[in-house]
């Protein structure tokens, strides 16, 4: 039986979960809001690797793999991007498709306003210009080759910053809105196609007139069951997998100075696009866990002293499945966990000579090279053993094209980790205002496949809150 009784409850606290609660906070404060989080509190997420008290994902008695009772790099206060290296893109070009839903003003405009939040919260008011002459030479070397540099005013607050604007605007938010952490959903409370609250994991009924669900990647299958058995429709069917690739920074030095991120995308032979994503200059390979498999990431600090001789960044290929297949995240989960098994419950590194010679990368190989891996604990292997032709070789025909913009990337000593990958669910059907066709059941976010990334999903947990708030009053 339900015993409590919300205007509105947020599951996930992550980017749309946070700033959308936050919205509220400030425009609607005697609204009675609930964010519910299957990961800890901002000050309880502690990554054993990370701490490196371990060098792979802890498993107990039963065989679970990971930290209990979730992930703590990708769940918890702040989401996955709470241990990134929050790099926030001031951009609607990319990041996500809200301007498939909103005017690109817009977007931007609730871009900005979030920014603004995070800087009272102590983000750095250091901004990278992408309009620069330095800028435009290497965006002019890009196209010649067939590379796309997306532009965005860049704000880099790094990892430690990241978790203290975190930190700052919980502080701020945990006594005005309630949360529960270490709380799974099972799902949502449904009458009439009128949300009416949520279940828990233990079976609670927790009613309010409003939920939005901000769940991010990690919660992208959830999403996907639970919206799936209340008849809501989706689009699109695609995931994004790939490498998180590492080389010496003086490789990067002219993009990692002019752009901080260098942001390409690019046509291959064989009909994909790959794109670059989440560079971190002086950065640090890192092992997340998603369900239990390991995958690659990457991140780097504001603090130059806590950084290392490396920049990483991933490179990622699309692929979008046509009918009768229907299920993107266990192909990847699937690929993943074969990585997993060759590296004996790892992730995967190669060289790049290796791979364009066909065998597998040893432990002297990687020794020998002038690039020291970040991620001591990966494994040497051999990616072709895991990524289908066509991923290899888009790969491939990526890193040449990159060499004409930053040469060297294409050396033999660069190093590919794998596999990393970004799992979408199938875009569920809403309205402008992203609400689902349950009345009163909005979605957002990553894990709804409508952003990629801090920017976007921040800004639609405060579109979302916005909607609300106007019914509300």
Not at 12 to 36: D, R
Not at 86 to 112: A, H, Q, R
Not at 195 to 210: F, H, S
Request: hydrophobic share 35%.
């Amino acid at each position: 039986m339900a015993t409590k009784k919300y205007d509105c409850i947020i599951v996930g606290a992550g980017p749309t979960g946070i700033y959308s609660a936050y919205e509220f906070m400030k425009k609607s404060p005697k609204s009675h809001i609930l964010v519910v989080d299957k990961g800890h509190d901002i000050y309880n997420r502690r990554c054993p690797i990370l701490m490196k008290k371990l060098t792979k994902c802890p498993s107990n008695k039963d065989g679970h793999i990971g930290c209990q009772p979730s992930c703590s790099i990708t769940t918890g206060f702040g989401g996955s991007g709470a241990y990134s290296d929050g790099k926030f893109n001031i951009t609607s070009e990319f990041g996500g498709w809200m301007c498939d839903y909103l005017p690109e003003d817009e977007v931007l405009d609730l871009i900005n306003y979030v920014d603004q939040i995070n800087l009272s919260h102590g983000a750095p008011n250091i901004i990278t210009d992408p309009y620069t002459q330095k800028a435009f030479e290497i965006e002019k070397r890009g196209m010649a080759v067939g590379l796309k540099l997306l532009h965005s005013r860049v704000r880099h607050l790094g990892t430690e910053v990241n978790l203290k604007v975190l930190e700052s605007i919980y502080e701020e938010m945990k006594n005005k809105i309630d949360f529960m952490f270490k709380t799974a959903v099972k799902d949502v409370l449904i009458e009439n196609q009128t949300v009416k609250g949520i279940i828990l994991e233990n079976g609670e009924e927790i009613v309010a007139d409003y939920v939005i669900l901000g769940v991010g990647r990690n919660g992208s299958e959830w999403l996907a069951n639970v919206l799936s058995k209340h008849g809501v429709e989706f689009e699109n069917n695609r995931v994004d997998l790939g490498v998180r690739v590492e080389t010496n920074n003086i490789i990067m030095e002219e993009i990692n100075k002019n752009l901080y991120e260098g942001k390409f995308i690019f046509n291959t032979s064989v009909g994909s696009r790959v794109r670059t994503f989440c560079s971190n200059p002086s950065g640090h390979v890192v092992v997340e866990n998603h369900h239990g498999v390991a995958l690659c990431n990457g991140h780097s600090y504001n603090d130059s002293s806590l950084g290392s001789d490396n920049t990483n960044f991933a490179l990622l290929v699309s692929q979008t499945f046509d009918k009768p297949f229907n299920d993107p995240n266990e192909y990847a989960l699937e690929l993943s966990k074969l990585a997993n098994k060759l590296a004996n419950g790892g992730v995967i590194v190669q060289k790049y000579g290796d791979i364009k010679k066909g065998r597998r990368s040893t432990q002297k190989r990687i020794d020998e090279g002038f690039v020291r891996p970040t991620l001591k604990e990966a494994v040497p292997g051999d990616l072709g053993l895991v990524l289908p032709y066509n991923f290899m070789k888009s790969l491939i025909e990526m890193i040449e094209a990159l060499d004409h913009v930053t040469p060297g990337i294409a050396s033999e000593h660069t190093l590919l980790y794998g596999i990393e990958a970004k799992f979408y669910s199938d875009r569920p059907i809403v309205t402008k205002e992203f609400e689902t066709k349950i009345k009163n059941l909005y979605v957002g976010g990553d894990g709804a496949g409508i952003t990629r990334g801090l920017a976007q999903a921040s800004a639609n947990g405060v579109k979302i809150a916005r909607t609300i708030i106007k019914k509300l009053n």
